[in-house]
T-cell receptor, first 114, second 115 residues
Framework: KQEVTQIPAALSVPEGENLVLNCSFTDSAIYNLQWFRQDPGKGLTSLLLIQSSQREQTSGRLNASLDKSSGRSTLYIAASQPGDSATYLCAYDAGGTSYGKLTFGQGTILTVHP | DTGVSQDPRHKITKRGQNVTFRCDPISEHNRLYWYRQTLGQGPEFLTYFQNEAQLEKSRLLSDRFSAERPKGSFSTLEIQRTEQGDSAMYLC?????????????FGSGTRLTVV
């Protein structure tokens, strides 16, 4: 049962482009949504956390938005760089009795060419 | 803060053998999680501890899997009678509370290959 869907599955862009990664989730009653980065063979690095009451969060060239009612989140990366190449994962925390348990999407593999 | 450490990084085992993985969380984090990740998929939740108490186990965890966190410090995940379907990356994470939710720190994982 797929609860979190990420589109596209893979993305290849030239350096300098602005890009958008999409995440949709079926459970609108989320507590928060997080975006992570995963480099090959490595663990996950937390990028941004958006509380359910918030619409967006920004960190440097990254901006994440959240529309809880429609079950969507986007991660915007400005002026992409080769060092941004990684897999980007979104995950939600449903809160309540499931507080702290993350449900992940399958990820978007991003390649930024020099 | 030395991060979350997992040992070993890689494990190759024959089907039917038992394996044990270790996770050392960040010392001030009271929650510890285990996730499993197969190729091309996102991590799937297995179980988590708050201090030494195991509070939830996923249906993914068959009775061949057991996890412990003695004294609320490091944790071990044991898989008995391994099967080829157990081949995956096993990720450990610990967390601390922050505004709006929990901040997670993941380890680099243990990659298990069952041959």
């Amino acid at each position: 049962k797929q609860e979190v869907t990420q589109i596209p599955a893979a993305l290849s862009v030239p350096e300098g482009e602005n890009l958008v990664l999409n995440c949709s989730f079926t459970d609108s009653a989320i507590y928060n949504l997080q975006w992570f980065r995963q480099d090959p063979g490595k663990g996950l690095t937390s990028l941004l956390l958006i509380q359910s009451s918030q619409r967006e969060q920004t960190s440097g060239r990254l901006n994440a938005s959240l529309d809880k009612s429609s079950g969507r989140s986007t991660l915007y990366i400005a002026a992409s760089q080769p060092g941004d190449s990684a897999t980007y994962l979104c995950a939600y925390d449903a809160g309540g009795t499931s507080y702290g348990k993350l449900t992940f999407g399958q990820g978007t593999i991003l390649t930024v060419h020099p | 803060d030395t991060g979350v450490s997992q040992d070993p990084r890689h494990k190759i085992t024959k089907r039917g053998q038992n394996v044990t993985f270790r996770c050392d969380p960040i010392s001030e984090h009271n929650r510890l999680y285990w996730y499993r990740q197969t190729l091309g998929q996102g991590p799937e939740f297995l179980t988590y501890f708050q201090n030494e108490a195991q509070l939830e186990k996923s249906r993914l965890l068959s009775d061949r899997f057991s996890a412990e966190r003695p004294k609320g410090s490091f944790s071990t995940l044991e898989i008995q009678r391994t099967e080829q379907g157990d081949s995956a990356m096993y990720l450990c994470a610990s967390s601390k509370a922050q505004a709006g939710g929990l901040r997670y720190t993941f380890g680099s994982g243990t990659r298990l290959t069952v041959v």
